[in-house]
Structure formats: C-alpha cells, structure tokens
C-alpha cells in the first residue's frame, strides 16, 4: 500500500539496524489468501524464536483485535507501542524529534491529490483539513521514513513520477 521500492525498505531496515523479512503479497489477494501467507510468515519466526511482533496501529479498534486474534496461539506476543497516542501530538512530535519522511501513496477520496509526494513536515500538518487523521491512521496518506536520529545516515531519495492506480495515488521515490 505504501508502494516504496524494496531496494528502499531495504535501506531503511539497514540504516536502524534491524533484519527485514519481505514477504509477498499477490494483487490482487483475497483474505483467505492473506492470511495464508502470514500463517506461513508466523511458522518462519516462530522457528526463528520471536518473542514478539510490534504493531504500529494507533487507535483502530478492529485492526488492534483482528492482529490479536491472528496471533493468538503462535506463542508471539502482538505489542502495540503507539496504541492510544494521540495523533495531533504523535505527528509534533516526530517532526520534533527529527523524523523524516515524504508521503508515497494517498487515497483522493480522503485527501487531495496536491498532497501526493508531500515531505511530512510541518506545513503539512498546518495544511490537512480537520477530516485528515494527522498521521494518516485512516489510510488518507502512507509516508516513507528516509531519515531519523535512529538512521545511521540519510537515505538519499529523489522524487520520481506520481500516477493514479486503483483509485489511489502513488508517488515514487527512487
């Protein structure tokens, strides 16, 4: 959904230091297919012993109980680190902290498309409408983090075409 190049989330997962696991997901997939593959995705790190998974979900109820009921019985712990932050003072603060990201994919019905390759900065958050979750929880935008104090150094981006695609827009980032 976030469309980032793997070369990218690659990068990403280097800089902090962190494995990455990728794993694909057809398009178009159906949920029994879904949940197939992340079966199988669970199998793996169970048998690599992961303890727990973390979850970036912030306040959406459904989403928070769905992942828990995927994980129950695996012996892995589903954590929620950022659940029940509020947003407005979530997104300050990552832009405080140094955080930054551009935005790589908007839904049009939720957004205008002039955000589309956005820098999360905080002219976009003075510039989202009251409707807009200021961390796109709702799916109004996804981000791609190119640099953090975390990072051990920037990843260099270049913005490249933004097209519209299943009724979203994406913004590529080479």
């Not at 051990?152 to 299943?166: A, F, G, K, W």
């Amino acid at each position: 959904m976030h469309a980032v190049r793997l070369r990218l989330l690659k990068e990403q997962a280097k800089q902090i230091g962190l494995p990455i696991h990728i794993i694909e997901i057809p398009f178009p997939c159906s949920n029994a297919d879904y949940e197939k593959i992340m079966t199988e995705f669970i199998a793996k790190i169970q048998a690599d012993d992961i303890e727990t998974v973390a979850f970036g979900d912030l306040y959406l109820e459904d989403i928070r109980d769905y992942r828990i009921a995927q994980m129950q019985g695996t012996g892995i712990e589903p954590i929620f680190p950022c659940w029940g932050i509020d947003t407005k003072a979530l997104s300050q603060s990552i832009i405080d902290i140094g955080i930054k990201a551009n935005i790589t994919c908007i839904d049009p019905k939720q957004i205008s498309v002039d955000f589309s390759g956005h820098a999360f900065n905080q002219n976009l958050l003075e510039s989202l409408p009251d409707t807009v979750d200021p961390c796109g929880e709702n799916g109004e935008f996804h981000t791609f983090v190119y640099d953090s104090p975390d990072f051990n150094s920037p990843i260099n981006i270049t913005q490249s075409e933004t097209i519209e695609r299943d009724g979203f827009v994406f913004t590529d980032w080479q």
